[in-house]
């Protein structure tokens, strides 16, 4: 589900629940004449309308409840729906005048008010309005302050602006309400003091920058980034010996996210005239996780470069099986082959191996949106997630039957 579209259903579920809220009442005094609230319950454009917005269907929701308007032009959910529904389809020009018009209205309450302003907050985000919008959403929090939503939107908004320090400040607030019961918080604030070390490192502060990676691990030993940059930092500095020692942490605490410091580790060994830390290294990790190609294809490399070409054939043949969609093992295949001469009885071995695998293109995914990317990625550029990317791991030809009707159940 696109991010947009969730936010809605998010706010929708708050509305609802707001217009039940109201429904005790059943009546509201308004322009000093009492209006009945059933009567908008009464009509089928309501309930029709709210079905079609569950069902996605825009066009149709937004003309069953322009409908049930015309019986209680009043209603203040059913505008502000309406008027999401406009900056849904695009129309965000016409969703500010829906959220504008509302915030007239003398006798909304303050919870209303910080409502349509997240609403019209929501509408100047929508249409590239950055300015406006943040004063929108500041707004709301003035009247509301722990109000997650306009405090998720603030965070998205410096985001998308590389102002990290304020983002992390407001993500400090949103950890703060959810008291530990949301899980990627911890995973969130490590990103974003990443984010605040890199902008430190491209000005050249590298101390700032080595307390922000180091704050960051410190925060959630998950962020990966921080220790390959603090490594990186460290070794600019000179210190070599602390380079190896920040990207080996990677590896003992998060040992599947090994393969990110392997290239560093290798010329660091190498530099200190260590080689063969590099190749017990991968040996461990293959150890570790048979499956896991990239240790496979750094040791093949690495044993290439020395002039050991069959142990580095035979390893890069045990990748291949698992992960055909990999370029680099197959460039790699051939590179080897060219220095063995092309023996016939090798390359017979890999073409046979490479016929009964599956090709894929893209080997990263988002798990959230699915966007595909041959990089790993930190943060996604469709969804805007954090850590989001995950590995395709394929079925070798004979299993793709089965691998594909587990993909139709799902
Ligand atoms: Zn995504």
Redesign the pocket.
């Known amino acids: 589900m696109p991010p947009q579209i969730y936010l809605l259903a998010v706010l929708v579920a708050l509305l609802v629940g707001l217009a039940v809220g109201k429904a005790w009442e059943r009546y509201k005094l308004r322009d000093g004449r009492w209006i009945d609230r059933r009567r908008l319950r009464e009509t089928p454009h309501y309930m029709l309308g709210l079905n079609f917005l569950v069902d996605n269907q825009v066009d149709q929701a937004i003309e069953e409840l322009t409908h049930a308007t015309s019986t209680d032009t009043d209603a203040l959910e059913i505008q502000m729906i309406l008027g999401n529904l406009y900056r849904e389809k695009g129309q965000v020009g016409r969703a500010i005048n829906v959220h504008q018009a509302l915030l007239q209205r003398p006798d909304l309450t303050k919870l209303e008010q910080a409502y349509v302003l997240l609403c019209l907050g929501l509408d100047f985000r929508h249409g590239g309005f950055v300015d406006r919008a943040l004063e929108t959403f500041h707004e709301v929090l003035r009247l509301d302050s722990r109000n997650r939503y306009a405090l998720v939107n603030l965070q998205k908004l410096y985001e998308d602006q590389h102002q990290w320090t304020e983002a992390l400040r407001v993500r400090e607030q949103i950890a703060k309400i959810d008291a530990g019961r949301s899980p990627d918080d911890q995973q969130i604030l490590g990103f974003l003091r990443n984010e605040i070390g890199v902008a430190h490192q491209r000005a050249g502060n590298m101390g700032a920058a080595s307390r922000a990676f180091t704050d960051a691990i410190d925060v959630d030993a998950r962020t990966v980034p921080a220790y390959l940059n603090l490594g990186d930092v460290r070794e600019q500095q000179g210190d070599l010996a602390g380079a190896i020692e920040a990207w080996e942490r990677l590896i003992g605490a998060l040992p599947d996210r090994a393969p990110f410091a392997l290239e560093r580790l290798e010329g660091a060994y190498r530099r200190l005239g260590t080689p063969q830390r590099f190749t017990d290294l991968c040996r461990r990790l293959i150890d570790r996780d048979p499956q896991g190609w990239r240790a496979r294809l750094a040791l093949a490399r690495h044993l290439a470069a020395a002039g050991q070409h069959r142990i580095a054939f035979d390893q890069l043949l045990e990748a291949l099986p698992s992960h055909p969609h990999a370029l680099a093992i197959h460039q790699e295949i051939w590179e080897v082959l060219a220095s063995l001469g092309f023996e016939a009885a090798l390359i017979r071995r890999y073409v046979e191996l490479a016929r009964e695998a599956v090709f894929y293109l893209d080997p990263h995914i ?6 595909r990317s041959t990089e790993p990625l930190w943060q ?6 954090w850590n ?2 995950v590995e395709e791991r394929i079925a070798p030809a004979k299993d793709a039957v089965a691998a594909q009707a587990v993909d139709a159940r799902s």
């Open positions: 988002c798990r959230r949106c699915r966007y996604c550029p469709q969804c805007h997630e989001t990317f």
